[in-house]
């Protein structure tokens, strides 16, 4: 597993994101795939994934909706992730 710190920074930068509605069903879907990965596999491909879908690589179209901040369960699921990798960072201070 990278550094727990990587990935911990990587979640907070999400916490910021500002996506249009139909764009967070998307990011659920990836966070589902880096918590599938956490335990034993390279979680790489799976940040990757979810730095592809960041704002810098969004195309905004006249007409599409308003861009919002992450709706309350991808917040609460990222703030969990955060939370489960704590300990792993505190390890990896030691």
Not at 18 to 28: E, F, H, Q, T, Y
Not at 33 to 43: I, M, Y
Not at 58 to 86: Q, T
Request: glycine letters at 4%; charged letters at 35%.
């Amino acid at each position: 597993m990278p550094d727990p710190r990587t990935i911990v920074a990587e979640l907070t930068e999400l916490l910021t994101w500002r996506l249009p509605p139909a764009s967070w069903p998307r990011v659920a879907t990836a966070l589902d795939n880096l918590v599938r990965t956490l335990p034993d596999g390279p979680v790489e491909p799976a940040l990757d994934d979810l730095t592809y879908l960041g704002p810098e690589r969004l195309r905004v179209r006249l007409g599409d909706d308003p861009s919002v901040p992450p709706p309350e369960e991808v917040r609460e699921r990222i703030n969990r992730l955060i939370r489960d990798l704590e300990p792993d960072i505190d390890r990896a201070a030691d």
